[in-house]
Antibody, heavy 124, light 107 residues
Framework: QVRLQQWGAGLLKPSETLSLSCAVY????????WSWIRQPPGRGLEWIGE???????NYNPSLKSRVIISVDTSKNQFSLKLSSVTAADTAVYYC??????????????????WGKGTTVTVSS | DIQLTQSPSFLSASVGDRVTITCRAS??????LAWYQQEPGKAPKLLFY???TLQSGVPSRFSGSGSGTEFTLTVSRLQPEDFATYYC?????????FGQGTKLEIK
């Protein structure tokens, strides 16, 4: 049973850098994309970005200037850094596995395994 | 960005009812849509991918359909554990986007 365990600092001051990591247990690390998603209090889900085993990353343009997602294949881990945080970055941050199924020459992606979430609060 | 609009945003129903949630995309996305269920304080749970493919372990009372710009999620006979918030997500074009959510409450 694949499990994602995530961790990182939960309380930040404005202008600091958010740093979270997510470790993959019980399954293969290669062959997937690995994603970060966040959810502000009482609101919906926002896709932050993703990375694959080889380090190829895709980011949400709304956050791209402040986000770095990296991968450490030796530890089956991937990480999120979000710089210059403000109160608007207060949210629960989730990591997720993104498999793809190939049908008729096209890949269909989805998020099938999620971490439990890390609450990050930005406050002075 | 592709906008996804779910309707209704809130839905009140009783155990045993049949309910349908609609997700409309601002442009055609083929079948590149997933549905998730989220209980309070928990991570989202995948229900469907490719619009209508039921994720392993999800009860068959759930069904998904649609393509292009209009998609539906139907629960045929609501069970107490189905009262949650449901989100659609498009994976056709970056950035991936989610609908605003539909909160399904017990009447």
């Amino acid at each position: 049973q694949v499990r994602l365990q995530q961790w990182g600092a939960g309380l930040l001051k404005p202008s600091e850098t958010l740093s979270l990591s997510c470790a993959v247990y019980g399954g293969s690390f290669g062959g997937y994309y690995w994603s970060w998603i966040r959810q502000p209090p009482g609101r919906g889900l926002e896709w932050i970005g993703e990375i694959n085993y080889s380090g190829s990353a895709n980011y949400n343009p709304s956050l791209k200037s402040r986000v770095i997602i990296s991968v450490d294949t030796s530890k089956n881990q991937f990480s999120l850094k979000l710089s210059s945080v403000t109160a608007a970055d207060t949210a629960v941050y989730y990591c997720a596995r993104v498999p793809g199924v190939l049908w008729f020459g096209y890949y269909y992606y989805y998020m099938d395994v999620w971490g439990k979430g890390t609450t990050v609060t930005v406050s002075s | 960005d592709i906008q996804l609009t779910q309707s209704p945003s809130f839905l009140s129903a009783s155990v045993g009812d049949r309910v349908t949630i609609t997700c409309r995309a601002s442009q055609a996305i083929g079948s590149y849509l997933a549905w998730y269920q989220q209980e309070p304080g928990k991570a989202p749970k995948l229900l469907f991918y490719a619009a209508s493919t039921l994720q392993s372990g999800v009860p068959s009372r759930f069904s998904g359909s649609g393509s292009g710009t209009e998609f539906t999620l139907t629960v045929s006979r609501l069970q107490p554990e189905d009262f949650a918030t449901y989100y659609c997500q498009q994976v056709n074009t970056y950035p991936y986007t989610f609908g605003q959510g539909t909160k399904l409450e017990i009447k």
